[in-house]
């Protein structure tokens, strides 16, 4: 069975990058653009892993990330960040997440990254 990632960011244009690349690994993908369907979809498809943006308007990553950890769901988590949110990042590394990932980062690095973690 192809494992299961989801990508959880508010921007389209990401989602759709991020979608055509990993599907092209043999992934099967799922997108939310915000924390309430990010959370469904992980209690409903259980995803190997979560990309996961730091900046979503409403519930933002860590939010996301904090519930995620308290459903005690096994999946493993890489931050989409922006450049100086350097607390942020120790915060959600604290919570478990393997790795993040400075917007605008490089696709082939995260795409490098994600099939080290899935292996
Ligand atoms: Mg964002």
């Known amino acids: 069975m192809p494992k299961k990632i989801l990508i959880v960011d508010d921007q389209f244009g990401i989602r759709v990058l991020l979608q055509e690349v990993l599907q092209r690994e043999g992934y099967t993908i799922f997108q939310?653009?915000?924390g309430p369907t990010?959370?469904?979809i992980v209690q409903k498809e259980?995803?190997?892993l979560i990309l996961l943006d730091m900046k979503i308007p409403g519930m933002d990553g860590l939010e996301i990330l904090r519930v995620i950890?308290?459903?005690?769901?096994e999946t493993k988590?890489?931050?989409?960040?922006?450049?100086?949110?350097?607390n942020l990042i120790r915060e959600a590394m604290e919570l478990g997440a393997l790795a993040h990932f400075t917007?605008?980062?490089?696709?082939d690095?995260?795409?490098?990254?994600?099939n080290a973690h899935l292996m």
Do not use: C, H, S, W
Request: charged share 30%; aromatic share 6%; no cysteine.
């Open 109 to 114: 690095e995260l795409r490098q990254a994600v």
């Open 46 to 48: 259980n995803p190997d």
């Open 69 to 73: 950890r308290k459903l005690e769901v």
């Open 103 to 107: 917007k605008p980062f490089d696709i």
């Open 32 to 34: 939310a653009n915000n």
């Open 77 to 86: 988590v890489i931050m989409m960040t922006a450049y100086g949110e350097l």
């Open 38 to 40: 990010a959370l469904d």
